[in-house]
């Protein structure tokens, strides 16, 4: 993997894992560290100030912590690899996670064809999966109407998806939110059809689910995000990089209300992320589980296959 990224003119760099401003996701909880920091969630928002600063193509594989993960793919310390490329597109994010894959098969003697364990084979679905170039590509609002009967526009009511979901056959509570409404939605209907057979980019989330994210131009309910999945696992998480301070601000200040109204722990708001986002460039920037991606091409049942000590070990 480094001698992939050194070869595309890559910086490889070390942000601070203990920070004062984890994050504001709604779904992400940050473990606290010592003198009032936490333990990143992910390397994002340093990372994003070096591109500001000047370094246009950057890459980190780093240790990151999550609290309340566990589980057959989650644990609550992972690696993970992210990159940016300023001046990049998500096509050419796509192209690296193409590459990547490929040749972490080929690294552990695979080729192009791995096993899929049987806990991770969709409906009906193939024993192996195919990794050789190029992957599928599809949209959010497609995979809603063919696997779930839904005209996906992003912009219904809480109420209204709620409604959607029901109508559907998704059992969900009656004061669900909207985004916990989209991936029960998700869960149940469209995720066990992704990534079997061969790996899929889904693009083109909707608005409520890209904090980070740009709009998509021509489509304002729409960002510029996709997600890789393959043999079952979601790889990767990519963004088009939102650079405007005041709408970020804007995001930061919804996200804690919304931690605050479920009774989550609110954090300080990265100051200086937005102070340096008007100096980043037009940029996409892409996670990947680094451990899921050995789970991938290794054809493991559980994450802690790949660990030489799982949480509870240490």
């Known amino acids: 993997m480094r001698g992939y990224f050194e070869r595309q003119g890559f910086v490889e760099v070390e942000t ?10 709604v779904h992400l909880d940050a473990i606290p560290a010592a003198h009032g920091r936490f333990l990143i969630t992910s390397p994002e928002y340093h990372m994003k100030r070096l591109v500001a600063a000047g370094l ?13 993960e566990d589980g057959l793919l989650h644990q ?13 597109s998500l096509e050419e994010l796509m192209e690296d996670c193409e590459a990547i894959v490929e040749s972490a098969a080929h690294a552990v ?10 806990s991770r084979r969709g409906p009906g679905g193939p024993s192996a999966v195919t990794l050789g170039r190029p992957f599928a590509r599809t949209t959010v609002r497609d995979l809603f109407r063919t696997h779930a009967g839904i005209d996906l526009r992003g912009d219904e009511s809480e109420a209204e998806m709620r409604d959607l979901a029901t109508k559907v056959g998704c059992r969900v509570a009656g004061d669900a939110a909207w985004d916990d409404v989209f991936y029960q939605v998700f869960l149940d209907r469209i995720e066990p059809h992704l990534g079997v057979g061969r790996p899929i980019f889904v693009s083109d989330w909707p608005r409520p689910l890209g904090a980070l994210a740009r ?44 931690r605050k109204r479920r009774g989550k722990t ?18 996409c920037g892409i996670a990947l589980g680094f451990d899921r991606l050995m ?10 296959d790949v660990l030489a000590f799982a949480h509870d070990e240490v």
């Open 109 to 118: 003697g695979k080729g192009t064809g791995v096993e899929v364990p049987p």
């Open 266 to 283: 609110c954090y300080p708001v990265d100051e200086k992320l937005l102070a340096a986002l008007p100096h980043m460039p037009p940029t």
């Open 76 to 88: 609550p310390e992972f690696t993970m690899v992210e990159w940016y490329r300023a001046g990049g």
């Open 16 to 25: 601070p894992v203990r920070v004062s401003s984890p994050g504001q996701e």
């Open 56 to 68: 246009p193509r950057i890459v980190q594989i780093c240790r990151c912590f999550r609290a309340e």
């Open 215 to 258: 709009a998509r131009p021509g489509d304002p309910l729409t960002v510029e995000r996709f997600e890789l999945y393959a043999g079952g696992l979601e790889l990767a998480n990519a963004f088009g990089e939102l650079a405007d301070p005041v709408e970020q601000r804007r995001r930061f200040a919804e996200e804690t209300a919304e």
């Open 295 to 304: 789970m991938l091409v290794l054809g493991a049942s559980s994450i802690r």
